[in-house]
């Protein structure tokens, strides 16, 4: 009798798992177009990508791929150009993100106020994001960068080639301008997503324009914050237009960063194997960082797992 009662308790339990399991399959059933989709234009050639890792294949020298295991990647953990790229894109990403964090916070708080004309700078604001970033490029090393014609050297009245001077510098200008609306919508929406009740009564606490910014507005933005400089740091590690069409990597290696320089190994050196090697390097970083920067959201927006 006690067996048949523990039995009928037990059925509908049983029965809503079922339920919710294929409940769950349903609603995700109209992604299994775009998941195989994804898979195939992103996971295929990376695997192929790791296998040609694993071989010497250079196109001038048909014939002569085999497969030679890790030396690959030991010489790319030996090459010193690969290092020096390596550190320039780190310089870039870190300093492109945070000054662009940065100018992109003071124009949301300015954009936060109500003014006349406020929706026309927004849109003015917002549209060096709206460019496509290689006519952004050409228009920075044509227009602002040029040594003869160029409005920097016109308004400081000097002749510097910027280009050749200050690669690195004048590629981290233009990726800066790109990337600071793109800081400044999101940090705007994290302003106006704020409690108006919790900034009226702070102010009749006696609490200053400061004080309520440092205690209430930041810890606020916090999350959107650190959104902002994922998904900043994951597009910026990236750039490859600013840096091909302003400097060629050059003079020398002084601006080149990974992309570029796997570009050049793959496609001025035609070395599949070494080329490859580096993607596949350059893939595992990026999900290191990627992975602790994710935990570091999931936290904050206090969330245990993704469903």
């Not at 995700?28 to 195989?36: D, F, G, I, Q, V």
């Not at 006349?116 to 602002?144: E, N, Q, S």
């Amino acid at each position: 009798m006690s067996q048949t009662v523990v039995e009928e308790v037990q059925a509908p339990v049983v029965n809503k798992k079922e339920t919710t399991a294929s409940s769950t399959w349903l609603r995700r059933a109209p992604l299994l177009p775009a998941l195989l989709f994804t898979v195939l234009v992103t996971q295929i050639p990376f695997l192929m990508t790791v296998f040609y890792s694993f071989q010497s294949w250079n196109l001038v020298r048909p014939g002569s791929r085999h497969f030679v295991g890790l030396r690959n990647y030991v010489d790319v953990f030996a090459d010193s150009q690969f290092r020096g790229a390596l550190i320039n894109t780190v310089v870039l990403t870190v300093v492109c993100v945070f000054i662009s964090m940065l100018l992109g916070l003071g124009l949301a708080i300015l954009l936060d106020r109500k003014f006349l004309g406020r929706g026309v700078v927004r849109t003015l604001l917002i549209t060096p994001f709206l460019i496509l970033p290689a006519a952004g490029a050409l228009l920075w090393k044509t227009t602002m960068f040029d040594p003869t014609y160029g409005l920097l050297n016109f308004v400081l009245g000097g002749d510097t080639d910027w280009l050749a001077e200050y690669p690195l510098a004048a590629v981290m200008t233009q990726v800066i301008w790109q990337w600071t609306p793109f800081m400044m919508l999101l940090i705007l929406a994290g302003l106006q997503a704020q409690s108006k009740e919790v900034l009226e009564a702070a102010s009749v606490d006696g609490a200053g324009r400061w004080r309520t910014f440092v205690s209430i507005t930041l810890p606020q933005l916090a999350r959107y914050l650190q959104l902002a400089g994922l998904l900043g740091a994951i597009y910026i590690v990236n750039s490859f237009d600013a840096i091909f069409l302003m400097t060629q990597g050059g003079p020398g290696t002084a601006s080149t960063n990974l992309p570029y320089y796997i570009y050049q190994r793959a496609f001025e050196g035609f070395d599949i194997g070494q080329s490859s090697a580096m993607g596949v390097v350059v893939v595992i970083l990026t999900l290191i960082v990627a992975n602790f920067a994710l935990r570091l959201m999931f936290r904050t927006f206090g969330l245990s797992e993704v469903r």
